[in-house]
C-alpha cells in the first residue's frame, strides 16, 4: 500500500513570509499532484509533477519532485492571506489506478 | 455551471436509515470517485469507475455502495447508515491517463445522529 506524508500538519505564518511544505512517501510515484482546498470546497489541483527532480513555478508557489520520485515540496514566496487553505498532496502508480492523498497541511497566513 | 454537481449539499439523518448521495459531471470524462474527508485523515477512497460497467472498491468500500447509471452519473448509497459515517463526502472525475488528475464537486456534508 502506497502512503504519502505531509509535514508540518499546520502551519501558521504572518503574510509576506515564505514557507515550505513537505510530501514524503517510501514508495515511487509517476507523478505527484498538488491540490488546494478552501473551507467548504472541493480540492482544487494545483500542479502535476512527473519527472525525478523536477520544479514547476506557479506565481508565488514552487513544486518540486524529488529526484527519486519519492517526495515533493510546495515552497510559498511572500504569502498572501488568500494563500490560506488545506495543501494535499496525491501521487499515482504508473498506470494511474492507485491513487492516494497525504492527509494535508493546513496553512493559515495572517495579516 | 459547475462541472461536478453533488446533491445533496448538506443532509442530516439518523441511523440505520437508507442515504444516497448524487454525483454528476458536464466535463465528458470516463473515470468518476467517491471519496470521504475526516479531521487529520485526508481523502479516502471508497469506490471508483473507470467507465459505465467497471466498480472497484477502494480503501474504505465496507457500509457503501455505488452505482454508475451513466457516464455523467455516480452514486453513492449508505445502506443503513451509522453515526462514524459522518464525514465531508466528495465525487470527483479525471480522464484516462497516467496522471489521473483529479477535478472535484463541492462537497456533501453528512451527519449521521
Known amino acids: 500500500t502506497q502512503l504519502l506524508e505531509q509535514s508540518p500538519q499546520f502551519l501558521s505564518i504572518q503574510e509576506g513570509e515564505n514557507l515550505t511544505v513537505y510530501c514524503n512517501s517510501s514508495s515511487v510515484f509517476s507523478s505527484l499532484q498538488w491540490y488546494r482546498q478552501e473551507p467548504g470546497e472541493g480540492p482544487v489541483l494545483l500542479v502535476t509533477v512527473v519527472t525525478g527532480g523536477e520544479v514547476k513555478k506557479l506565481k508565488r508557489l514552487t513544486f518540486q519532485f524529488g529526484d527519486a520520485r519519492k517526495d515533493s515540496s510546495l515552497h510559498i514566496t511572500a504569502a498572501q492571506t488568500g494563500d490560506t487553505g488545506l495543501y494535499l498532496c496525491?501521487?499515482?502508480?504508473?498506470?494511474?489506478?492507485?491513487?492516494?492523498f497525504g492527509p494535508g497541511t493546513r496553512l493559515s497566513v495572517l495579516p | 455551471d459547475a462541472d461536478v454537481t453533488q446533491t445533496p449539499r448538506n443532509r442530516i439523518t439518523k441511523t440505520g436509515k437508507r442515504i444516497m448521495l448524487e454525483c454528476s459531471q458536464t466535463k465528458g470524462h470516463d473515470r468518476m470517485y467517491w471519496y470521504r474527508q475526516d479531521p487529520g485523515l485526508g481523502l479516502r477512497l471508497i469506490y471508483y469507475s473507470f467507465d459505465v460497467k467497471d466498480i472497484n472498491k477502494g480503501e474504505i468500500s465496507d457500509g457503501y455502495s455505488v452505482s454508475r447509471q451513466a457516464q455523467a452519473k455516480f452514486s453513492l448509497s449508505l445502506e443503513s447508515a451509522i453515526p462514524n459515517q459522518t464525514a465531508l463526502y466528495f465525487c470527483?472525475?479525471?480522464?484516462?491517463?497516467?496522471?489521473?488528475?483529479?477535478?472535484f464537486g463541492p462537497g456533501t456534508r453528512l451527519t449521521v445522529l
Open positions: 496525491a501521487g499515482a502508480d504508473n498506470y494511474g489506478q492507485n491513487f492516494v
Open positions: 470527483a472525475t479525471s480522464v484516462r491517463g497516467r496522471y489521473n488528475e483529479q477535478f
